[in-house]
């Protein structure tokens, strides 16, 4: 069993900062995986926020690119998120993931998601 627990949301006003964490436990060689951080506003898809292979290689959807910033420390079986200047249309509930594919397998893990809400 895979067990990701996300913390370091809460509330922060417009222009503020805030770094989230997921912890990964359980049956997981976490450096294999691709790690990502997911968004979901209300009334809203869930999208895919940032993501960093096992390689170190970041990919980030462009309304949040030069503002945050996904990283990882394999030793700590752990992501972040650093997220600056950050917005009102920032706010939603985050989710990690991790994903492993190898040959017709894909292992899919999910958080239950922290929330982040930026506002005055």
């Known amino acids: 069993q895979v067990l990701l627990v996300e913390s370091g949301g809460g509330l922060v006003q417009p222009g503020g900062s805030l770094t989230l964490d997921c912890v990964a436990s359980?049956?997981?060689?976490?450096?294999?995986?691709?790690m990502g951080w997911y968004r979901q506003a209300p009334g809203q898809q869930r999208e895919l926020v940032a993501s960093i292979t096992s390689g170190g290689r970041t990919d980030y959807v462009d309304s949040v690119r030069g503002r945050f910033t996904i990283s990882r420390d394999n030793a700590k079986n752990t992501v972040y998120l650093q997220m600056n200047s950050l917005k009102p249309e920032d706010t939603a509930v985050y989710y990690c993931?991790?994903?492993?594919?190898?040959?017709?397998?894909?292992?899919?893990?999910w958080g239950q998601g922290t929330q982040v809400t930026v506002s005055s």
């Open positions: 993931n991790a994903k492993y594919s190898f040959f017709t397998r894909t292992n899919d893990y």
């Open positions: 359980g049956s997981i060689l976490f450096s294999i995986y691709t």
